[in-house]
């Protein structure tokens, strides 16, 4: 992903990025629709499982950050406000 | 190098279902059994039990040269005198030699491990070598409360064992000939896991588990810029992990195959069995020894593996707060059998198993030997059939704390 492309990004686009990243890790969420305020252990993420589904969603933005600064999220909404929030530093 | 995987043990799929822990959850943490720590037990009877075979190995010529003794610990016993003062006299170890003790969470079996191979390889004492014991036990007296604290935490209890690994490293390697030089290290602050009171522990298992993958990558890049020519496939026939559980290892070993080598998931499956399964076996039956894990995982790889012959074995090696490192040895068939000589493996099936009730009055009873006891007498006939399988084979326990001063005797 091109920079400029990675600063015009928006919520709603790496929300979708989350999701389709979860989508391929846990089963069974082939129909789930994503709210913010889904939780990906509620939804059946372990703790492995959830640190897979930020680094795919890291390599999808070419986002070379170390994982530390991708934890503390509470839900979904959150974990998309971090990245944005990283990509706008990057 | 000898491991001492405890006197007695739980079936943790028991303990899952006990603490009515879910169950796919826990199957993931890839654990079986757990050491755990009697009240007659503590990190210097470790230390010592793990020490003893090893040293009785030596004829008193090569004993006289233990030159230094490091003891690597986060269940230290007093903040100033260390572990290692205890272990010496215990050992009767001869009096020039340096004693010490190193704290990093469980990076410090590593940290140990590689100044006695810088003191060997310096040659300031030509012939002297090191002993180094890592040693740690959990009492499992978690810090209750406060927001930070992931539920997650509960899934420590069934992977916090007790055990001990005592390494001697000198100028003739027999078991495992360290690469000289190939270290990779990496090391920040975080607040993952951690004991900020002296006998609790607690910690954020996601962010611990992210800085571990964080650190697992960047110790290794590091190792390959400073080695040359490296391969993550293709350089080392091992791996060995810090194994907090084995669940752990096997999602580092699955994103590490992915980044390095961009490998597909059939040829990660195959992989992670061939290189990486042969190192956790140890480690699913004592559970998280922290400090001297790695070094647990790496006596069952040189145990276990199928060798051909020389073959390069990767540790990667991670202590919460943190530092890790990646460094490399060559083990070979011939120091495989003088490693089996230890039979760790019938060591950790002679111990004895506890039952759920047995374990639970271990736990009520954990406070009698605190941090900051001062006076006290445990109990050996607290579990009659835990001492009697140990008693004859003459292991060491705490037989007194007496103004604060421990008093250790051999069972016999």
Partial sequence: MMSKEREMMTKAEILELIAKSAREIIPGLEGHVFKESDQLSALGANSLDRAEITMMVQESLALTIPRVELSGAKNVGDLAELFLAKLKQA | ?412
Avoid at chain 2, 84 to 94: A, E, K, M, R
Wanted: proline fraction near 3%; charge should be neutral.
């Fill in chain 2, 1 to 412: 190098m000898n491991v001492f995987g405890g006197t007695a043990y739980l079936d943790v799929a028991e303990l899952a279902r006990h603490r009515k822990l879910d169950n796919a959850r826990f199957e993931n943490l890839l654990m079986k059994q757990k050491a755990v720590a009697l009240p007659y037990e503590d990190p210097v009877t470790f230390a010592v039990n793990a020490a003893k075979p090893v040293v009785d190995a030596l004829s008193s010529a090569e004993k006289d040269r233990i030159e230094m003794l490091i003891t690597c610990t986060e269940s230290g016993i007093d903040f100033g005198k260390s572990l290692s003062t205890y272990v010496h006299h215990c050992l009767g170890l001869n009096r020039n030699c340096r004693l010490f003790e190193i704290k990093q969470a469980c990076y410090s079996g590593t940290a140990g491990f590689q100044m006695a191979v810088n003191f060997v390889l310096s040659r300031v004492s030509p012939g002297a070598k090191a002993l180094i014991v890592a040693t740690d036990i959990s009492r499992f007296m978690v810090a209750e409360g406060g927001s930070a604290l992931t539920e997650d935490w509960s899934f420590a209890e069934p992977s916090g064992g007790a055990g001990a690994v005592a390494l001697l490293v000198s100028n003739r390697p027999h078991v495992f000939q360290v690469d000289v030089g190939a270290n990779g290290y990496y090391g920040y602050e975080v607040m993952d896991t951690c004991r900020p009171m002296p006998d609790a522990e607690a910690g954020d298992a996601d962010l611990s588990l992210l800085s571990y993958l964080d650190c697992c990558e960047n110790a290794f890049l590091e190792y390959r810029k400073r080695v040359g020519g490296v391969h993550y496939r293709d350089s080392f026939q091992h791996l060995t992990f810090h194994t907090p559980f084995g669940g752990m290892v096997k999602g580092a070993h699955r994103t590490m195959m992915r980044k390095m080598v961009q490998a597909k998931p059939a040829e990660i499956e195959e992989d992670f069995h061939r290189r990486v399964v042969p190192g956790m076996s140890y480690c699913q039956r004592v559970g998280n020894i922290m400090g001297a894990t790695v070094l647990l995982s790496l006596a069952s790889t040189i145990d276990n593996a199928q060798l051909a012959g020389p073959s390069r074995v990767g540790c990667f090696s991670y202590g919460s707060g943190c530092c890790s490192e990646f460094y490399s040895g060559v083990v070979t068939p011939e120091g495989q059998a003088r490693q089996r000589r230890f039979a760790i493996k019938s060591q950790l099936d002679g111990r004895y198993a506890l039952s759920m009730e047995e374990y639970e009055a271990i736990l009520r009873g954990s406070d009698g030997v605190k941090f900051g006891t001062r006076n006290v007498q445990p109990d050996i006939g607290f579990i009659a059939g835990a001492y009697e399988s140990g008693r004859r084979k003459g292991r060491l326990y705490l037989r007194e704390i007496k103004e604060f001063h421990r008093e250790y005797e051999w069972s016999s």
